[in-house]
């Protein structure tokens, strides 16, 4: 069967091309979405990408939330369908209330530009089976409001619950809480990271092809259903 | 504004700019947004406190509050 993946674009999304290419070296069929219209087209999955969505207006991704596309988005994901959101697309996810927590602006007031090592603390989700618990992958990190922050007992429910997916290793980049870099919600189904593992599919284009292993997760995610 | 238990860096960032300035005394700055909106009389108090929730604020990390000024 061919799965298919679901790629959102909206003014000022980057990261679409590069989202749908790593479905594609997953061997799925990448399928364009677009912010206007509320048709997923009966994809089994979808990637909301980086970006500036909305250039950022008001908060990162807090118009974008509001699409037409996202409507859907939500009720589908509440059905359980695999979301992943990656930089912009975390931030509008934790802004469409389906991630908990919410990204400032970097605790060193910096664009953050540089490849980044972080470690797999959760390999249970829809993005993430094919990883090794504890494994550390080196992949993009470019954003300005990458501060993940939330509550003290939101963090405390992530942390007990294990629903850090990724975290920074070696130095802070951002001030995230516990150098938190990726979380899941409680069903392991949507995932959202700030670093950017679309750009790290093939050692051609990237500083590794560590990234592609989300993808590939999704896929036996689907396959297996 | 930024709640209390959150990190504000551009707060932060300001108030490490002041001294330098000459600016003596000032023990902390948090940096928030500010909206004016013109709105007729048909627009409630409750309206505009579900406007400030739900998109001009993120509850998460924001607080806020409504103000109503007569033109």
Redesign the interface.
């Known amino acids: 069967m061919s799965v298919r993946v679901g790629v959102i674009t909206f003014p000022g999304t980057l990261d679409d091309v590069d989202a749908a290419r790593a479905a594609r070296y997953a061997e799925a069929e990448a399928v364009p979405l677009w912010h206007g219209d509320p048709d997923l087209k009966g994809v089994d999955a979808v990637i909301v990408p980086g970006g500036f969505s909305y250039g950022d207006y008001?908060?990162c991704g807090?118009i974008a939330r509001?699409a037409p596309v996202m409507d859907s988005v939500i009720e589908a994901a509440g059905k359980g369908m695999p979301v992943l959101g990656i930089c912009n697309g975390f931030q509008i996810l934790?802004?469409a209330g389906l991630l908990?927590?919410?990204l400032?602006?970097?605790?060193?007031?910096h664009f953050v530009c540089k490849d980044q090592w972080l470690k797999v603390e959760n390999n249970t989700t829809a993005w993430s089976s094919r990883y090794e618990l504890g494994a550390e992958i080196l992949v993009p990190l470019k954003s300005g409001e990458g501060?993940y922050?939330?509550?003290?007992s939101t963090v405390d429910e992530l942390e007990g619950e294990g629903r850090v997916v990724f975290r920074y290793v070696g130095d802070n980049p951002n001030?995230s809480r516990d150098g938190i870099a990726g979380v899941t919600s409680a069903n392991g189904r949507v995932v959202g990271l700030m670093p950017h593992p679309e750009h790290a599919i093939d050692a051609l284009t990237g500083p590794t092809d560590d990234g592609l292993g989300m993808f590939l997760s999704l896929m036996d995610e689907v396959v297996n259903a | 504004m930024p709640k209390p238990e959150i990190l504000d860096p551009q707060g932060q960032a300001v108030a490490n700019a002041l001294p330098r300035l000459g600016f003596e005394g000032i023990t902390s700055v948090r940096q928030g947004k500010h909206f004016e909106l013109e709105v007729d009389d048909s627009v409630d108090d409750a309206t505009l406190e579900k406007i400030a929730e739900t998109f001009l604020a993120n509850p998460v990390i924001e607080d806020w509050v409504v103000r109503r000024v007569e033109a």
């Open positions: 008001l908060r807090a509001f934790c802004e908990p927590g919410a400032i602006r970097n605790s060193g007031l501060g922050q939330a509550t003290q001030g």
